[in-house]
């Protein structure tokens, strides 16, 4: 298991025939800064950041910072006042009409009404899938999240964590190369939250796919990530890009490892170093 992991994650690394990863997104001096009633806010400073293929990326920072702000451009649901982005060689509005992400929100955002099922199909349904397919997608996912046996449940028969799980499944439908997840276990009790990471971590190994993860935890970011993105207070700057090379395969016992707390220690200095008490 173990090596089968590292393998796992050197290919991710180096893509086909030993090349190293292509780039997914790229992000080139990009600030954003809001209008408003009461003057400018300014989001985003001259950020820059390179994220490759297989890439699981952590954003994290204190509250206001521009995480989500940056996860939104990525996405194309805010658009950057100055410099340059791209995801996957394109443009964010070229990305989103050719669906190249699936898009996983902090609350699930999944319809009463519909079954686990058929909120999982509603993407496929959009895309003119055939029903067959669709069902089919439906099974493979749900049973990826070990949600399998709870197709014609509805939402609110489901705990919370159960519903985020629906949600990942439903971002994962329509088989993207690129995941952005906006804080989906920040609500969740402890030990939900410590169970969803080590699936989600499996699932990331499974699926080979581009992750960025927004966080306000410490330790959520670093047994989570293959790299960690720390930002200052808004107007959000990148003040450091941390590798964490703990092992692919692990489980939450490497967070008693040393190896952890020095990536956590340097996190945490980050942060502070970062942190601006002038406000």
């Known amino acids: 298991m173990a090596i089968e992991a590292v393998m796992r994650q050197e290919q991710a690394a180096e893509g086909p025939a030993g090349q190293a990863a292509k780039p997914v997104i790229e992000v080139e001096d990009l600030s954003l800064t809001f209008q408003t009633a009461d ?7 001259e950020v820059n950041l390179t994220v490759k293929a297989g890439d699981f990326v952590s954003f ?9 702000t940056l996860l939104r451009v990525i996405a194309d649901l ?18 989103r009409l050719g669906r190249a992400y699936g898009y996983v929100f902090q609350a699930p955002a999944l319809y009463p009404w519909r079954t686990v099922e058929r909120n999982v199909m509603l993407p496929l349904e959009i895309m003119g899938m055939n029903a067959a397919e669709r069902k089919d997608r439906a099974a493979r996912y749900l049973d990826l999240v070990n949600l399998k046996g709870f197709e014609k449940k509805f939402p609110w028969q489901l705990s919370g964590g159960m519903q985020q799980r629906v949600s990942i499944a439903r971002a994962l439908s329509f088989e993207p190369e690129l995941l952005l997840m906006d804080e989906p276990f920040g609500a969740l009790d402890e030990i939900t939250r410590d169970h969803l990471n080590e699936q989600l971590l499996r699932l990331w190994e499974r699926t080979g796919k581009t992750v960025i993860f927004v966080t306000h935890s410490i330790p959520e970011a670093v047994f989570l990530s293959s790299k960690i993105v720390v930002m200052s207070p808004r107007p959000g700057r990148v003040t450091d890009i941390i590798d964490c090379n703990l092992p692919p395969d692990r489980t939450l016992d490497a967070r008693e490892s040393k190896e952890f707390a020095e990536i956590a220690h340097r996190v945490r200095e980050g942060l502070r170093a970062g942190h601006s008490y002038d406000d």
């Open 60 to 68: 994290i920072g204190p509250s206001g910072c521009g995480k989500t």
């Open 39 to 45: 003057g400018p806010v300014y989001a985003l400073s």
């Open 78 to 95: 805010e658009r950057q006042t100055a410099g340059r982005i791209s995801v996957n060689g394109v443009t964010p509005e070229e990305a």
